[in-house]
């Protein structure tokens, strides 16, 4: 096996693994890159129909990842809803992603008829991507409980809409929010929140 046939396994290889992959950034990501690598392998071994295909895989890949990264952050997107701590849905929601929302929240512990905490949605369209769930502290203070992202939607930051993008806090007269103890691998540093101790905090603007 010469180099240039590993390059093209190489390609394939990646191509499988980009397939696996659950967060849909990185899919893309992956899927065009292992679609560049079979355009050079076919173009060289001169596989004309190959090199079409990738060609136009790539394109699709490009168009969407183009798409993604330019929603982002658009509010027009992503939308937050809050819903109350007994909704179904929610503990739908919860209930699904039960093992996910222990593995990056092991200290959080759901109680329904816990009537200080408030909870939102962030949604796509009809696609929840995230759940936050918080209650009020002394000094104006709203604690984050949860701070949950659905494995699909992990490579972006659905929470900004609950935090910086929303007066969901500000209209509450919280003047700063406290991320959630021991969540495992935060992500609070891209949102403007400063480390304190163990923890992330935004100070709040006053409201208007």
């Known amino acids: 096996m010469n180099w240039l046939e590993l390059v093209g396994w190489a390609g394939s290889a990646l191509l499988v693994w980009s397939l696996l992959q659950t967060r849909i950034l990185r899919l893309r990501a992956l899927n065009l890159m292992g679609c560049l690598i079979l355009i050079g392998y076919n173009g060289a071994v001169h596989v004309w129909p190959m090199v079409g295909l990738n060609v136009v895989l790539a394109v699709i890949n490009v ?3 183009r798409k993604m990264l330019a929603t982002r952050h658009d509010e027009e997107t992503y939308q937050v809803v809050e819903v109350g701590t007994d909704d179904a849905f929610l503990a739908h929601t919860l209930r699904v992603h039960a093992a996910d ?3 990056f929240n092991p200290d959080f512990h759901w109680d329904p008829a816990d009537g200080r905490r408030s909870a ?3 949604v796509r369209a009809d696609e929840v991507v995230g759940v936050v769930v918080s209650h ?3 000094g104006g203070v709203a604690q984050i409980d949860l701070d949950y992202v659905t494995q699909r939607f992990r490579d972006f930051t659905p929470g900004e809409f609950v935090y910086r993008r929303s007066s ?3 209209d509450r007269g919280f003047r700063r929010v406290v ?3 021991g969540m495992v691998a935060p992500y609070y540093h891209r949102l403007g929140f400063r480390p304190e ?3 992330y905090v935004l100070d709040l603007p006053a409201p208007a």
């Open 63 to 65: 168009w969407y990842l």
């Open 101 to 103: 929302v222990a593995r």
């Open 120 to 122: 939102f949605l962030v």
């Open 136 to 138: 009020a502290e002394p």
């Open 168 to 170: 969901l806090f500000t």
């Open 179 to 181: 991320s959630p103890p």
């Open 197 to 199: 101790g163990d923890t």
